[in-house]
């Protein structure tokens, strides 16, 4: 009879300190640099940045400016003559690129460069000015006692001290050649498996023997070889002493730096191979892998990142990726979306992206800011945060709702790319508008509709449509006061919610708030229709031409609120003219 098996006993939960505050960028300010002109750009970081717009309109420029601010001290922080606004050095216009940090120790830059934001949080903003090609640029910083640039230091001190106290840059181009990325790949995976390594290094007893031993042979080495040393040192300064009198040269030898250096467990330039799992198939190199493959083993590497170790070790970084949705396959744009909003997990990432994808948006997060870039003009080109989540006042019940739509529309967030917004309330009033502008394409040109799917979304996308500051249009159902039973009807309270949130944009000529007289179906078709209502919204449009030409006079009043409306609807500003008009 086998022995009785004992329950396991529950382990004590341990609580898992919060990880340590790093460094964070919070704002950059970029002027004269590349297509971005004397109107300086400014975008306000988050731990997620997506950065939207036409094509050839600045973002990667952007991206560039933080890349090129850290590498200050070297070749890459130098900028080439195409770095100059047209070509050419504008001597009263220089290119321009400043950076605000949050710090959290006061003494580490020095008393005197830190300043404190709204939210009582401490920043240093520094300032670096390239007067002409392929040198190093004049760093200045802002100096709090003198509240004015201080021209000849700033918080720090030397770049590498500097760079030590900035998130580290990670850039990805859109277009890099395969060596680049396969470059690129190996590096990440290497962080991640460096950390690791360090994280084992420090709590290994052998370890530590074995740089003990490590430094007694070292000692014991250099004390044989004292004689060769100061044969060396004497004949040197004899030469040296011959030219500059009572000069000599000595040859220091101790060990006063990092034996963790002198030990490597990779190669130097490893090499990652991918393939098929079979006998007889060949792994290849990642350089010789399609351009989709790559930039899989990309997020790949990122989320070994993303679930690496939460420590102290670990330096803050930031992640410059243009376009992560180009050559994925659809199914994996949409995981790739999830592991860069979950990199900054760790406390040890900020990510900013370049997209031409809605998927890469996602309304439910707390820490996203949305920064359209676009060229006003045709010319001068401006950076606007569009959406911040605590500004939009977004509650948990708009996070649940947005990311419910999300998930059913992945392309509902398409309107911050630009062009006119109308947001509608179902699938009957989507369908209808999609076969009018199916059917006059020229007319109605870049125009976005937006299907809530019920009226309390609506009051959560008007939330976030206030902060652009621009035009939009809201349709939806007046419905009617009370049900069929006599009891109060929720769907007409929430006309009220859709009023005031609608009341609180930048302008109230901005939006046009429009109501059909009880629902749309009954409004344009004559009839109530329970099911299958996109269809038969399709049918009735196809067939019946007062039905179609009532819906597109409809449409282009949403468009452009100067044209009259159909008689059917009401634009409304009270419940009061709306119950009216539905009682008539």
């Known amino acids: 009879m086998s022995p009785k098996k004992t329950a396991p006993q529950s382990q004590p939960q341990v609580e898992v300190p919060p990880p340590p505050p790093r460094p964070r960028l919070s704002k950059i300010r970029i002027k004269n640099f590349r297509s971005i002109g004397t109107t300086a750009v400014e975008i306000e970081l988050d731990d997620i940045v997506v950065l939207v717009g036409p094509n050839n309109s600045g973002k990667s420029s952007i991206l560039r400016a933080y890349q090129v601010v850290m590498a200050h001290g070297s070749t890459e922080g130098k900028l080439t003559m195409e770095d100059f606004p047209n070509g050419y050095v504008n001597k009263k216009d220089y290119p321009e690129i400043e950076l ?20 009582g949080e401490m920043y240093v903003k520094e300032k670096w000015v ?21 021209a000849s230091r700033g918080p720090w001190g ?9 998130p580290k840059p990670h850039r990805i181009e859109a277009f890099e050649g395969p060596e680049k990325q396969a470059e690129n790949v190996i590096k990440l995976l290497k962080e991640a498996l460096e950390q690791k390594v360090k994280a084992l290094k420090s709590g290994n007893p052998k370890y530590q023997e074995l ?5 007694e042979i070292h000692q014991t080495i250099l004390s044989e070889t004292n004689t060769e040393i100061d044969t060396v040192e004497r004949h040197i300064t004899e030469t040296i002493s011959s030219i500059f009198p009572n000069h000599v040269v000595k040859f220091d030898a101790n060990i006063d730096g990092d034996l963790d250096n002198c030990l490597s467990f990779f190669k130097t330039s490893p090499i990652l191979r991918m393939g098929i799992d079979k006998d007889g198939h060949h792994l290849s190199s990642i350089d010789r892998q399609g351009s989709g493959a790559r930039r899989t083993l990309l997020w790949a590497a990122l989320r070994l990142l993303q679930e690496g170790r939460n420590d102290d070790t670990v330096m803050p970084n930031v992640l410059l990726l243009d376009e992560p949705e180009l050559c994925l396959h659809p199914n994996a744009v949409r995981d790739a979306c999830k592991i860069l909003y979950d990199l900054p997990k760790t406390n040890s990432w900020q990510v900013m992206v370049t997209t031409h994808s809605p998927v890469f948006i996602d309304f439910s997060r707390d820490n996203t800011s949305i920064v359209r870039v676009e060229r006003k003009d045709g010319e001068s080109i401006q950076g606007t945060t569009l959406f911040r989540p605590l500004r939009a006042r977004l509650d948990e019940n708009d996070k649940t709702l ?56 609506i ?27 006599g ?7 929430m006309n009220e919610n859709i009023l005031q949130e609608t009341k609180l944009n930048s302008s109230a000529t901005n939006v046009r708030l429009v109501a059909s007289k009880k629902n749309f179906e009954n409004t344009f078709f004559k009839k109530e229709v329970a099911k299958d209502k996109p269809y038969n919204a399709i049918t009735q449009l196809s067939t019946d031409s007062t039905s179609f030409k009532n819906i597109k006079k409809l449409l282009e009043g949403l468009m452009d609120h100067s044209k009259e409306l159909p008689s059917e609807v009401l634009e409304w500003t009270s419940l009061q003219t709306l119950e009216s008009f539905l009682n008539n």
């Open 211 to 215: 740089l003990s031993s490590l430094a």
């Open 100 to 119: 605000e940090t949050i710090v959290y120790d006061r003494t580490a830059p020095g008393e005197q460069w830190v300043l404190s934001n709204e939210q």
């Open 158 to 166: 030397a770049p590498n001290v500097a760079k030590a106290c900035r």
């Open 402 to 457: 947005l990311k419910i739509l999300n998930l059913c529309d992945p392309y509902l967030a398409e309107f911050f790319f630009g062009g006119k917004t109308i947001v509608v309330e179902g699938d009957t009033e989507y369908t209808a508008f999609k076969y009018i502008v199916h059917h006059h394409p020229d007319e109605f040109k870049d125009i976005h509709i937006l299907r809530a799917r019920g009226k309390a979304t």
């Open 130 to 150: 390239w007067l002409e090609p392929k040198k190093d640029p004049v760093k200045v910083g802002w100096d709090t006692t003198t509240q004015n640039w201080h």
């Open 459 to 485: 009051v959560s996308l008007c939330k976030i449509l206030n902060q652009f500051g621009s035009s939009y249009s809201v349709l939806h159902d007046s419905d009617t006061p009370t049900n069929s039973d």
């Open 487 to 493: 009891s109060k009807n929720s769907a007409w309270t």
